[in-house]
């Protein structure tokens, strides 16, 4: 943007630009001039370089040896002199030897990446397919105007070269998605987010133990659901015995499964915690949210009447597709390789 856009009708001709002709002829002269320049930016930020310029090939391990010069050690000594106080000399290293990937490179992703190298984390892939925007730049954490059009992850690698030269950055330009997980993974203010994500990183990687605040006013909540879920299923044999779920699965359940509501109703007052399917065992994928009345009601159904077909349609639907996402997650590994 420090340089004068040429007229449109001496750019190269090009499918999507040839697109693009016939509608910049329909708008009025302000809209035009901001699609041109729009458009321009990406112009040269994607067919005017090579592609091997836009992403780095140079692939990016836990093995990857980060190689620096004396002077470069003292300086980044020096950078992470506040760090090692926190952590300790030895934790520091742990945390300077990881490889850290980042998927996501925009509002969030970005300041998680920007204070995880600042932190001293010295190997790390960033992985982002779509391009930094005039509307994105209020929340990204480095790219500026200049970087409209480029890569996310690539207006990232160029300002995080600034900061820590020696830096080893893998850039993936790429949508992450099933199936390219495996290759991908080897090895409120969105800032506030990608700043908290960092931090629980770190304080991982340097051995730093941390006990996180329970969120107030709620295990008297989970408590009080516990023990109505294990009277409830001990009403059918007529002795309360323990339940299979601890106090803090049961909170789990509750607030990321079912996000405080009834599946039901959608009701938020007066909720209960009850097993869905009769004949099976109780886990958290046979466990629903209900108003009490409504859970009174199913633990009333007649033996052998499927849920499945009592509810209606959306309700089971939604049911289900809870569970479906409880057992996604689920089959995740606790760390990735």
Known sequence: LNESVPPVSRWPSSGIFDRFLRYHQSLTKDSATLCEILLYCTYKSTLLKPLNQETNLNVVT??????????????????LS???????????????????????????????ALMLIRSGVQRIRLIDFDQV??????????????????????AMRKRFLE????????????????????ELLSGTMPAIFGMVMATRVLTELGNFPTEPLAIKGRHALYVRLHRDLMHREGAKTKIISA??????EIGYIFEEMWMGKSAISNAVDKLSLVRYYADKPLSSLNCVCMTKKEADKHCKLDEGVDPDTYYDKAVVDYIHSR?????????????FP
């Open 62 to 79: 836990k093995d990857t040896k980060v190689v620096t010069s004396p002077n470069e050690k003292l300086l980044f000594a020096e950078q």
């Open 82 to 112: 506040r760090n090692c106080s926190f952590f300790g000399a030895d934790n520091l290293e742990c945390i300077k030897s990881s490889f850290v990937v980042v998927v996501g490179a925009g509002g969030v992703g970005s300041w998680a």
């Open 133 to 154: 925007t005039l509307s994105s730049l209020n929340r990204h954490a480095v790219a500026i105007r200049s970087d409209v059009g480029m890569s996310k992850v690539e």
């Open 163 to 182: 900061i820590v030269p020696h830096i080893k950055i893998d850039t993936r330009v790429e949508l992450f998605s099933k199936d390219n997980q495996e």
């Open 243 to 248: 339940i299979s779920l601890t106090v803090e």
């Open 323 to 335: 569970f479906e996402i409880e057992r996604l997650y689920a089959s995740l590994p606790d760390k």
